[in-house]
């Protein structure tokens, strides 16, 4: 009977305790976070802090704490998580160095940085993860990071001090997408935080969304849709959405939709950020349809404090994935690693000190590096655009020529137009499947085109000459164009290729620019810049530039059937030109 009564008070106490626990998880607000120690059972069977939250890991010392709210003063609750490292459940005095994470766009904080907050907390920090406001478990509604959204970081970081043995004087921001977005806007506006690493982020909002007037359609929808599938989306978002991708929308909502994107663009914090000399991290890929690397290598080359820039192919967010949710190597977080160890650790690494860019080419399996952004290691070099006339047999040659225009580097006095329309699609293309071509490139697998398929009634292409060296391509190539619309609207596309011996070619880059308010029949300035990238062409290949008028990467100027034809004017003293930067 007394074994009996003795057995069944040491099950009441471990119950009381797992109980106590609990309450701890569900009512973390006014009470500092801890953990228990394992039971000789559990140190048996333990695998992973996930499958025990709140108990102590008998292999490493960290302990995982979810289920836990964050209490706004708005009275929204904000879901979050933590990793806290071996010893900050002992009630020691030691402070521990901190990283904030935000979550993405529609995903939250119970799975998305679990590998990368792991990693972490065995290092010795402290790791927080919330979902942003309006996703999944956090109530309120999607600001698409509007200053209540910025501000929601600083309230986790009250909330991380009061209830954890953070340090104040060593806490850090990361994030990817939306989370990287919130996390460089919250560097700008609360000076304790010391530094912030973004991942797959954005400059300049409108850049993304109308980038050269010309609306994102595809990705615009996906956040649409998984903002409203995930969460509670601000309805202006839908109503800003579809004034984006109307052609008839006015000069004026476009100027509202324009000055409502800018406090939500990091850009927009560079000078705060720049006043502190606060460091920052940056990644990007070069296949990001959603956030294309442009806006935030400008953002970059604005920054005066410590930087790092690191780029590589993929699609959105798909470099930085494994490494978050899970715990393994990972390139950019072992490098975002060894930056939070220089920022919040002190630790003399060296990073701040090496070349500020590190990049991987597309379809290449190497890096190499850059002192900075713009690079002074790069030169530039400019082809010509020579118009392709009229069909007509040349003497000079034997052949037929007004099929293909050149690139011809030097100078030439060229004029003429080469006109096409858009009744037509070509085979140039930025990928037949919306988001799956550009990830099966990411992977290896290019966008394919044989340039003789191009129709020359609705696209025009323009041949370099073949290279007798290889040609490393880098940054964003620029277009500086006239043309003349036939109308009031009216788009080009381009399309930048790899061409063999056959004709066959390899997506390189693309871009696109749209008038809206065009004088009809007048030539006008339609310079644009393509999506950056980094790319080898081969020796014995040549480059080629191909215009139409259309992509499902980019939404028409014009309404649903409405004809268009676009003017190639050589007939100006400002020369057509492909500008490039080479290494």
């Not at 679990?114 to 919330?130: C, M, N, T």
């Not at 490098?335 to 379809?363: C, M, T, Y």
């Not at 952004?373 to 007004?402: F, K, S």
């Not at 050149?406 to 030439?412: A, E, S, V």
């Amino acid at each position: 009977m007394t074994v009996s009564m003795q057995g069944w008070r040491m099950r009441a106490a471990r119950g009381a305790a797992l109980l106590g626990c609990l309450l701890t998880l569900g009512s973390a607000q006014g009470a500092n976070l801890s953990c228990r120690a394992a039971t000789p059972l559990e140190t048996l069977t333990y695998t992973t802090p996930l499958a025990m939250p709140g108990v102590i890991s008998p292999k490493d010392g960290t302990c995982f704490l979810n289920g836990l709210k964050v209490t706004r003063p708005d009275g929204v609750r904000l879901a979050a998580n933590v990793f806290l490292p071996a010893g900050a459940s002992s009630g020691g005095t030691t402070k521990y160095p901190t990283v904030i994470f935000v979550t993405s766009w529609a995903v939250a904080d119970f799975f998305e940085y679990l590998g990368q907050q792991q990693r972490l907390a065995r290092d010795g920090y402290i790791a927080v993860a919330y979902t942003a406001r309006g996703f999944w478990d956090s109530e309120g509604v999607i600001g698409v990071a509007g200053p209540v959204d910025v501000a929601d970081v600083s309230g986790v970081l009250d909330w991380t001090l009061a209830q954890t043995p953070a340090d104040p004087a060593r806490v850090g921001a990361a994030g990817i997408s939306y989370g990287a977005g919130l996390s460089l806007l919250a560097l700008g506006n609360d000076p304790r935080l010391k530094t912030a690493v973004a991942l797959s982020g954005w400059a300049t909002l409108l850049d993304q969304m109308y980038r050269n007037q010309v609306p994102n359609p595809t990705w615009l929808d996906i956040l649409q849709i998984s903002g409203q599938l995930t969460g509670r989306l601000d309805p202006i978002v839908a109503e800003y959405n579809a004034a984006i991708q109307n052609p008839d929308t006015p000069a004026s909502k476009l100027a509202e939709i324009t000055a409502w994107g800018w406090p939500r663009s990091p850009a927009s914090a560079v000078a705060a950020i720049n006043q502190r000399g606060a460091p920052v991290f940056i990644a990007k890929n070069w296949q990001d349809d959603m956030f294309s690397p442009n806006s935030s290598l400008a953002m970059f080359s604005q920054l005066t404090g410590p930087k790092k820039l690191m780029l590589q192919p993929g699609i959105h967010a798909s470099a930085e994935i494994p490494g978050a949710l899970f715990d393994v190597d990972n390139v950019i977080w072992d490098q975002a690693h060894r930056w939070f160890d220089r920022w919040l650790k002190g630790q003399a690494n060296g990073i701040e000190n090496e070349p500020k860019v590190s990049l991987q080419p597309k379809f290449q399996g190497y890096r190499e590096t850059l002192s900075t952004w713009p690079a002074p290691e790069l030169r530039a070099l400019d082809y010509q655009i020579t118009p392709r006339g009229a069909v007509r047999w040349e003497l000079g040659c034997l052949c037929w020529r007004g099929i293909t225009g050149d690139l011809q580097t030097g100078t030439r006095s060229t004029s003429g137009r080469d006109s096409i329309g858009n009744a037509l699609d070509t085979t140039a293309t930025t990928g037949p499947i919306p988001v799956l071509s550009p990830l099966a490139e990411s992977v290896g697998l290019p966008v394919i085109n044989q340039m003789a398929t191009v129709l020359p009634a609705f696209g025009v292409r323009y041949e370099g000459p073949w290279l007798s060296q290889t040609l490393k391509l880098r940054g964003a190539p620029t277009l500086k164009l006239k043309a003349i619309p036939s109308q009031k609207r009216g788009m080009l596309v381009a399309y930048l290729y790899d061409v063999d011996l056959v004709g066959f070619g390899t997506l390189i880059t693309h871009g696109a620019r749209a008038v809206h308010a065009a004088t009809p029949g007048q030539s006008q300035d339609f310079s644009f810049d393509m999506v950056a990238t980094g790319y080898d062409v081969p020796a014995g290949h040549r480059l080629v530039l191909v215009f139409d008028t259309q992509d499902s990467l980019y939404g028409p100027p014009v309404r649903a059937g409405e004809r268009f034809d676009m003017a190639l004017d050589f007939n100006t003293s400002m020369p057509l030109q492909l500008k490039l930067l080479t290494r």
